[in-house]
């Protein structure tokens, strides 16, 4: 982690919803980043403090991020893609499931989907904060799938926001600034081309270069350009 609206999703395109196992396959299930699905959902956690919930969103943008897990939304994508929307949903909600487990076991939670539950309800009274909110964007932007957009709020578990190619500048600046400490760079303008450096060292290898050119297709850049991207960036 977008569905319930996670609000706090910890910021990951997910569901901030609660999902329950036997219920996975249904769109409701899939928010992972939204707000518990069941209000039923017993909260065992001791309330999270802001910045506790900016530092579960950042650890699960830096999972979202990561090579295997982009490597894993690619492929159930390709579920879709081939109209086998059921198994999709199936392998698009494991996928997004294996990311919260991990993390907030990290956070004191259950590694379970009660935990995730518990997560969910823990950061919903960050709902209408600015800063949790842009990161809720953020994560839903790192778990889509390229859905339409009516699923792809369900599927993340929260709302989708309609964004303008400035509002997406924005966003995109905001989340290199996050991650770049999470891999030893400086939180500034020139941490976040320090990185981006480093990261074009890698584009001889397929893997990377295909991540590169599905991150800049998802901010909207044509195919031409992001070859041109990598062409810039690749010492």
Do not use: W
Not at 11 to 25: L, Q
Not at 158 to 175: H, N, Q, V
Request: aromatic fraction near 6%; charge should be negative.
């Amino acid at each position: 982690m977008a569905a319930i609206k996670v609000h706090g999703y910890g910021g990951i395109e997910g569901d901030v919803t609660p999902t329950v196992a036997s219920d996975a396959t249904s769109e409701a299930s899939l928010s992972e980043f939204s707000s518990p699905e069941s209000s039923q959902a017993c909260f065992e956690h001791e309330p999270l403090t802001k910045e506790e919930v900016l530092t579960l969103q950042r650890d699960l943008m830096q999972e979202l991020s990561s090579p295997a897990f982009q490597k894993g939304l690619r492929q159930a994508s390709g579920l879709r893609a081939a109209g086998k929307h059921t198994e999709y949903q199936k392998a698009r909600l494991a996928v997004v499931r294996d990311v919260q487990r991990a993390i907030v076991a990290k956070h004191g939670f259950p590694p379970s989907d009660k935990g995730v539950d518990q997560m969910l309800l823990a950061i919903q009274d960050f709902h209408d904060d600015p800063d949790v909110s842009v990161n809720e964007t953020i994560l839903q932007q790192l778990s889509s799938c390229g859905v339409p957009a009516a699923k792809e709020a369900t599927l993340l578990g929260f709302e989708k926001k309609t964004l303008g190619k400035r509002d997406m500048i924005r966003l995109l600046k905001s989340l290199q600034e996050q991650l770049a400490p999470c891999f030893g760079f400086e939180k500034s303008k020139e941490g976040v081309l320090k990185m981006i450096s480093t990261c074009g060292t890698f584009l001889t290898h397929p893997e990377v270069s295909e991540l590169f050119d599905v991150v800049n297709a998802k901010l909207g850049m044509s195919p031409a350009a992001c070859k041109a991207f990598r062409t810039k960036v690749q010492p």
